[in-house]
């Protein structure tokens, strides 16, 4: 059974960085593509960067330029690093698995990581 395991949120000032973990259990990682999504209070769930299996990367518009992911293959995980951060990105961040079309391919959802803000 599937299972990701999010961590490495926090409160941030406007400016500030922060690096999140996704430890995947329960599927092929090293041929899966990975991805993060989140849901800010209020809204739906949106998709934020993709990985590929073989490293390629995809980032959703309001991310490009201060958001990175990366992975870690021998470790299941795959992590986002958040520099930049802006209030707009307070959010609860999930990473699931994450189809060419930027949709997640599992219903299933770890509890996520909180990401707050503050201007």
């Known amino acids: 059974q599937v299972q990701f395991v999010e961590s490495g949120g926090g409160l941030v000032q406007a400016g500030g960085s922060l690096k999140l973990s996704c430890a995947a259990s329960?599927?092929?990682?090293?041929?899966?593509?990975m991805g993060w999504f989140r849901q800010a209070p209020g809204n739906t769930r949106e998709f934020v960067a993709r990985?590929?299996?073989?490293?390629?990367?995809k980032y959703a518009d309001f991310v490009k330029g201060r958001f990175t992911i990366s992975r870690d293959n021998a470790k299941n995980t795959v992590y986002l690093e958040m520099n930049s951060l802006k209030p707009d990105d307070t959010a609860v961040y999930y990473c699931?698995?994450?189809?060419?079309?930027?949709?997640?391919?599992?219903?299933?959802w770890g509890q996520g990581t909180q990401v707050t803000v503050s201007s």
């Open positions: 699931n698995s994450v189809s060419a079309l930027l949709v997640a391919r599992y219903d299933y």
């Open positions: 329960g599927t092929t990682f090293s041929i899966t593509a």
């Open positions: 990985i590929s299996s073989g490293g390629s990367t």
